[in-house]
């Protein structure tokens, strides 16, 4: 039964991956990048990591692909125009991913993986503890330098993107406060109009 | 008896499969009637806060409504526009439909009635309700038409902007029940003391921000930006009709039940009675979760006929400047208490 379903989120991840550079509408791309992020979650729960596939869905499709999702839809890309010089820059791009491919069969190609390697793998997980409570547990003690670095490089990151975009502009700001503050007295002047004359 | 355990064997080890697939069904019909019963009984409340009659016409005392509606949405013809994006476009309600059923799937009505009993539960929900927010940007970019555009624009801010506030939010439910597991969080609930050993009363501003947030989150009154009909028509459904829309209207009434639901279980101690002490009515049973949650559905259309609706740019202040520092702090605070109690 799982081994079905591991072939089914593969299927489906390899086909929606490849169909994410050959979609024609860059909307499509990111719909069909967000049904690969869908079958990932799905075979990470295979793996008996529920918890990190639940996190995938969560954070990545749930928030960072639906940026994506918005960028792509706000910016209209037109493919013609970008197809027109497809061909020329065709021979270098086939070079450097044949060179890339290349290095990766030679590199991977060349793994041996020990026989007593597996083992530990499988090892550390105390009986009787959720998935969750146990990498709570290794993060928050063992890994908590880490942690927090990576905590410390995303914020650096944050604030490196708002300084970029950050402009002095004269911007109008609604002044919360004093917008509730406002009485009729300060606002509305009534005034009696004569007849025939006007203000 | 007998033929129930020929059966059983003759299913063999497809038998759980096979329990789930009839849990669901009986899950899935007792969903969408309660989304009938939603129907008629907001319409009806509007109509007596509004000093009307309500739906009156079909059936006794009107009850038949919602199967009428039904009725009209299946018999109308769909009519998909010439621009749309057809694919997406037919795509985007199923989408919806299915991700606002699957969410029930870990939502344990009673002990035990649940149809998948999960340690990431909560997570779970979580991730669900946030994947519905495609459906909306889905439809509305695929109508190729300017008001469900804008409308699908306004969601999918407004809509991952109130997740953070409700992630926080069950953060804190979460580090007082020391679990994930929805079941396990209803148990955690179970004290001595009753009513005042539900987190609703011991969490009780975290309860109120939930509320307001998972107000939002169903893009309900006063929330309601996605679908302003004063500015945007109908929003992200304006090219939609007959069944297409009307899996779009089941998906918003299915979040109200979800959302409700989950704040029985989470806040309200699901099927735990208020009152343990008390012989007949202190007995935990599924009659409380349903009393509990439909008192939150009652107080979702309440809200509707009393909050006029907010300005963009308030939704927006509301869920980052106010609901997110509370609630940050609010887990700080609870993990400081759970820590110094626990100890």
């Known amino acids: ?199 | 008896m007998q033929m129930l355990n020929s059966i059983g064997e003759w299913l063999g080890p497809a038998l759980p499969a096979v329990m789930a697939a009839l849990k669901s069904l009986v899950l899935l019909v007792a969903v969408l009637l309660s989304t009938a019963v939603l129907i008629y009984g907001e319409r009806k409340v509007w109509a007596a806060v509004m000093l009307r009659r309500g739906p009156n016409v079909v059936g006794p005392w009107g009850v038949l409504q919602a199967f009428a509606d039904f009725l009209k949405f299946i018999l109308k013809e769909p009519i998909i526009p010439d621009g749309a994006n057809k694919g997406v476009f037919l795509l985007a309600p199923y989408i919806g439909v299915v991700l606002a059923f699957m969410a029930w799937a870990v939502i344990p009505v009673n002990n035990g009635w649940v149809v998948a009993n999960i340690n990431v539960g909560v997570l779970y929900i979580f991730a669900v309700s946030s994947l519905g927010v495609y459906s909306i940007i889905m439809a509305g970019w695929a109508s190729n038409s300017k008001y469900p555009f804008l409308s699908a624009l306004r969601a999918a801010a407004q809509m991952v902007s109130y997740e953070v506030s409700i992630g926080f939010v069950i953060v804190t439910v979460l580090l007082c029940a020391g679990s994930l597991n929805l079941t396990e969080i209803v148990e955690a609930q179970n004290t001595k003391y009753g009513i005042l050993g539900w987190y609703g009363v011991r969490l009780f501003p975290m309860f109120v921000i939930f509320f307001v947030s998972a107000l939002a989150e169903t893009n309900r009154p006063p929330f309601d930006l996605a679908e302003a009909e004063s500015e945007l028509v109908a929003g992200y459904a304006v090219e939609y009709s007959a069944s297409l829309y009307l899996l779009q209207f089941l998906t918003e009434l299915v979040a109200i039940l979800t959302m409700s639901s989950l704040m029985a279980v989470l806040f309200l101690g699901g099927w735990l009675s208020p009152f343990p002490w008390i012989p007949v009515i202190g007995a935990p049973s599924v009659f409380w979760f349903l009393l509990k949650g439909w008192s939150v559905v009652f107080m979702f259309s309440l809200v509707k006929l009393i909050v006029p609706r907010y300005r963009y740019d308030q939704l927006m202040r509301l869920g980052w400047k106010v609901f997110l520092p509370i609630s940050l702090v609010a887990v700080i605070i609870v993990a400081f208490v759970v820590k110094l109690a626990g100890a």
Not at chain 1, 27 to 32: K, P
Not at chain 1, 85 to 94: D, K, M, T
């Open chain 1, 1 to 199: 039964m799982a081994v079905a379903f591991f072939y089914l989120f593969s299927a489906i991840m390899l086909a929606s991956a490849f169909m994410v550079i050959a979609a024609r509408n860059p909307v499509h791309s990111v719909l069909f990048l967000i049904l690969a992020f869908v079958n990932a979650a799905g075979l990470f729960m295979l793996a008996g990591a529920e918890f990190l596939g639940m996190i995938l869905i969560v954070v990545y499709v749930g928030a960072v692909a639906v940026l994506f999702l918005f960028v792509v839809m706000m910016l209209d890309v037109d493919f013609a125009e970008l197809k027109r010089g497809f061909l020329q820059v065709l021979p270098i791009g086939a070079i450097v991913g044949a060179v890339v491919a290349i290095e990766l069969i030679l590199v991977v190609g060349s793994w041996a993986i020990a026989p007593e390697g597996s083992a530990p793998l499988g090892a550390p997980m105390k009986p009787g503890l959720t998935n969750t409570q146990a990498l709570g547990q290794v993060l928050y003690t063992q890994y908590l330098l880490f942690f927090q670095l990576a905590g410390l490089v995303l914020l650096t990151a944050m604030i490196g993107a708002i300084v970029l975009t950050l402009r002095h502009k004269v911007v109008k700001r609604q002044n919360i406060p004093e917008q509730n503050a406002r009485t009729q007295a300060g606002v509305v002047e009534i005034k009696k109009v004569p007849f025939r004359a006007g203000v």
